[in-house]
């Protein structure tokens, strides 16, 4: 374990490599990244992965645009190839929904997104196997897609390495040290590392490494199961379908298969962290089953492939905690991913190390400062109350 660094990461899910990533990117020195179990375990190894930017405020489409066209061009911009599937994203909108998702789809046009409206007949022909009931029209993104979670964040965190970083797995921090109010060094389960910055990346331990300096964010977490079924039905061009009346959203994730899991706006799912069933139970699969079978008659008999549980981390308006504190000097949030942050985690990532590097970042981040509810500040959504971002 080295004794020194320029900067420590704490968390190795896709908001920590980023922010390492970048950092390494920009020639910010030597940068510690500490993982306690491997690389994208937790939510990030587990997420569905969409890359779309059908959000509700403008710096979420800000920063959803910037992901779309970092995966398109991968190579460049993340290190390598990270299996950005561009199969478009639809959503299916009722009558209720139509001035909301008017509104998103001109933020978007205004942000540059390509988006397109279709009708009921160009959604049948489409996809002739989805019942459209209820359904007024849909919107599609054909620049969005799906990725590889951890084929990106492994690739995001292997390609700096000749740039300065170095990545610990099986490594937990155990605590920030702090000298007349700033960041002086981090404890390891290996030793003490020398550093004047440290981020906060630990995703649903965010709160607990927050209050070894004394902060206290407010989190919760939430129980989220996807499945993945063979299906009577080819879905080479599935596109990713969102469904907010029936409240499910599914992909293709391979030949006759597809990978299907429960939408927003979502009831959480309480679960203790440390301690939680990660395995996939049958009340939710049955639960995911009958919406899928509910827009797709004839995905009954479908086959359960697999299934898993992991978790949202969740702030009280479902948006993430970043950027400094401005009590600690050296110590930067980038905390609670929510169900968003596998997508924005570079470009958060990107504008993060910016601010840390001293340099104008991409995006102005200054909405998602962690003080923010302190100040009664909150994002919005069009779609109302609810968590639908
Ligand atoms: C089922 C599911 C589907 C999802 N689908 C999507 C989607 O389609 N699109 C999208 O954009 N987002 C999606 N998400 C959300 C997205 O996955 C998360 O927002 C994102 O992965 C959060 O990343 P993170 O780095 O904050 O957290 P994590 O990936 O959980 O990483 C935090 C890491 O910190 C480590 N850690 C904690 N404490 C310490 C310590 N003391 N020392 C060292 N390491 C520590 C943990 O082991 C963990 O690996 C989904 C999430 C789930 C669960």
Request: overall charge negative; charged content about 25%.
């Amino acid at each position: 374990m080295t004794s020194s660094a320029d900067a420590v990461v704490i968390g190795g899910g896709i908001l920590g490599v980023s922010t390492a990533h970048f950092l390494a990117k920009l020639g910010y020195g030597s940068i510690v990244l500490l993982e306690k179990k491997t690389l994208a375990a937790v939510s990030t190894g587990h997420s569905a992965a969409a890359i779309r930017t059908f959000y509700s405020n403008p710096l979420t489409i800000r920063l959803a645009r910037r992901a779309v066209e970092m995966f398109s061009n991968a190579n460049e911009e993340l290190g390598g190839d990270c299996g950005f599937n561009q199969v478009g994203y639809m959503t299916l909108l009722s009558q209720a929904d139509l001035e909301a998702g008017k509104q998103v789809i001109e933020m978007e046009r205004q942000a540059g997104i390509r988006v397109e409206e279709l009708t009921k007949a160009d959604v049948h022909e489409r996809l002739p196997m989805v019942d459209l009931e209820n359904v007024d029209c849909a919107i599609l993104e054909p620049d969005s897609g799906y990725v590889d979670p951890v084929k990106t964040t492994r690739t995001m965190a292997s390609s700096v390495k000749e740039m300065g970083l170095d990545v610990f797995e099986g490594v937990g921090a155990t605590g920030i040290r702090l000298k007349n109010g700033h960041v002086d060094a981090v404890d390891t389960e290996e030793g003490t590392i020398q550093t004047s910055v440290v981020v906060n990346a630990a995703g649903g331990w965010g709160g607990q490494v927050g209050s070894w300096v004394g902060l206290k964010y407010s989190l919760r977490w939430s129980r989220e199961v996807d499945i993945v079924l063979e299906v009577p039905f080819e879905t080479s061009a599935f596109p990713w379908l969102s469904d907010p009346q029936i409240r499910f959203y599914t992909r293709q994730e391979g030949p006759r298969q597809l990978l299907v899991g429960l939408g927003f706006p979502k009831e959480i799912e309480p679960l203790d962290i440390e301690n939680y069933d990660q395995n996939l139970d049958d009340s939710t699969r049955e639960r995911i089953e009958t919406c899928l079978r509910r827009r797709i008659p004839s995905s009954e008999g479908s086959k359960l492939v697999r299934g898993w549980a992991s978790m949202y981390t969740i702030t009280d308006d479902w948006h993430p905690l970043v950027g400094p504190e401005e009590q600690i000097s050296g110590y930067y949030a980038c905390v609670a991913g929510n169900g968003h942050c596998f997508k924005l985690g570079p470009p958060i990532g990107e504008s993060l190390a910016h601010m840390i590097a001293g340099k104008p970042p991409p995006a102005d981040l200054n909405q998602l400062r962690p003080g923010r509810f302190a100040e009664g500040e909150y994002f919005k959504s069009v779609w109302g109350s609810g968590n639908r971002a």
